[in-house]
């Protein structure tokens, strides 16, 4: 698929699948638009990029701040001459703030932080981003959600309700922006093996039994990498896919297409 030429702002870009679609978009000769909060791991993608021969530059961008995601949107129309494609991909859990996981144990500061970045930062890019892609010959919004937008899984309460928001809120985009010529669309990715979920095992009570949770669903039997998010979200911003908009995309290995775990056909887990 080809993304040559076009426009990225991906949110969120320092590291996992941020990182690896600024990576793959670029080295396919898209120009990119690297931001995150992480400025020097968000620089060293850049000047990864920048290495291989490819366009991009950083910009710092709290998505959840008004004025940093209008600055955002103004760097790409500085550097590049507008944006093609936005790739809401910025977000955390709950395990990343260092409170309880519980109900019982969750205070709403941490609930209210992770509705803000996963939802609210979602919406403002959009906002944002969207007369810059009115201007585009083929604009879309590419939406992170997650398999727990979908399923349930256990101290995830926060997490799991903004990402089901997302899912609903790029079907809602997808309607509204149809008559722009706006392509709206959302994957849900499963266990990817990330600094995220590095983070999110770590602060598991038995990481092991977590692991095990995360993984033993997949039919691919392996945790899922970055680039393997990153090759979905190129096709979704590739002319190859004008006729996709308001869709779920999941990617997991297949553990949301049934109800076993790989001990029942007699598998294990690649590690």
């Known amino acids: 698929m080809s993304v040559e ?8 870009s320092a590291a996992g699948i941020g990182a690896g679609t600024a990576r793959l978009a670029a ?10 909060m992480n400025d020097e791991q968000g620089q060293a993608v850049v000047d990864e990029i920048r290495s ?23 760097a790409a129309d500085d550097a590049f001459g507008g944006i093609d494609v936005l790739h809401n991909n910025a977000g955390i859990h709950e395990s990343m703030l260092g409170g309880g996981l519980t109900l019982e144990e969750m205070d709403r500061a941490t609930f ?75 994957y849900c990715p499963g266990s990817i093996h990330t600094q995220f979920v590095d983070k999110f095992l770590a602060a598991a009570p038995d990481p092991k039994a977590m692991l095990n949770t995360m993984t033993m669903t997949h039919l691919v039997p392996r945790m899922g990498q970055p680039a393997d998010v990153a090759e979905l979200v190129c096709f ?17 290995g297949g553990s949301l297409a049934w109800r076993g775990t790989l001990d029942v056909l007699g598998m294990e887990v690649n590690t």
Request: hydrophobic share 40%.
């Open 112 to 186: 209210e932080k992770v509705m803000g970045v996963n939802v609210t930062g979602v919406w403002l890019c959009a906002k944002y981003a969207l007369p810059g892609l009115r201007r585009s010959d083929n604009p879309s919004i590419i939406n992170a959600g997650s398999t727990s937008s979908i399923s349930g899984y256990p101290q995830c309460q926060a997490y799991g309700a903004s990402k089901g928001a997302v899912m609903q809120l790029s079907k809602m985009l997808a309607v509204d922006l149809a008559p722009d010529g706006i392509r709206v669309n959302c």
């Open 27 to 36: 080295s396919r000769g898209a120009r990119v638009v690297v931001s995150d």
């Open 236 to 252: 979704l911003a590739s002319p190859e896919s004008r006729f996709v908009n308001g869709a779920v995309w999941t990617i997991d």
């Open 5 to 12: 030429g076009l426009r990225f702002v991906i949110t969120g």
């Open 52 to 74: 291989a021969g490819g366009e991009a530059i950083y910009q710092h961008c709290d998505v959840t701040d008004e004025a940093q995601v209008k600055a955002l949107i103004a």
